[in-house]
């Protein structure tokens, strides 16, 4: 039994543009975003990779990614256990501005094992459902979804997400482990949108 996983990190925000630390709260996908998802569907399409089910966490922007990929007929389920991370009395300030080492140890964040199990409910709820042979969407968030594949899909050579990149996993109902990261987004510029 083999089950593929597609987990696709959300296209560039408003917050991504201005880099503003964004977990719990949401902003929408940037003219930017958009063109990195359609690059993600694209290769999808041009792959022959056509998805049985779709999930995304229920915050506005990994539904927005999910429908850009997946198109206005198909049906999805919006999993509260994929949102990514929520960074307390950080939300929405400017990363620039201080180091990530001062985050460690604020009582306002949420700890990245309670992150892992969130994440590993969300997966097993989908799992739960899922035939032999099917090729799953799964649209959430570079935090969340990054401790899951490092902590329980053996992805310690995992390297992390851009906006719109995705990992492929593979399951046998039981067992999930990670195979790939790809990033057809790469290329994309916003010089490709504006026509500067």
Known sequence: MTINLYLVRHGQTLFNKEHRMQGSCDSA????GVKQIEATRDYFAQNGIAFDRAYCSTQER????LEIIAGPEMKYDRLKELKEKDYGIYEGR??????FRRLVGSSTIEDDREVTERMERGMNLILRDAQDGENI???GH????????????GGNKFPGFHNAEFALLQSDGNEVEYEENVWPAKDVRIDQITGN
């Open 29 to 32: 996908l940037t003219p930017l």
């Open 94 to 99: 400017n990363i620039l501005l201080w180091p």
């Open 62 to 65: 990994a539904s927005d990614t």
């Open 142 to 153: 570079g935090d969340s979804m990054g401790h899951y594949i490092r902590e329980r899909a």
């Open 137 to 139: 969407l799964v649209v």
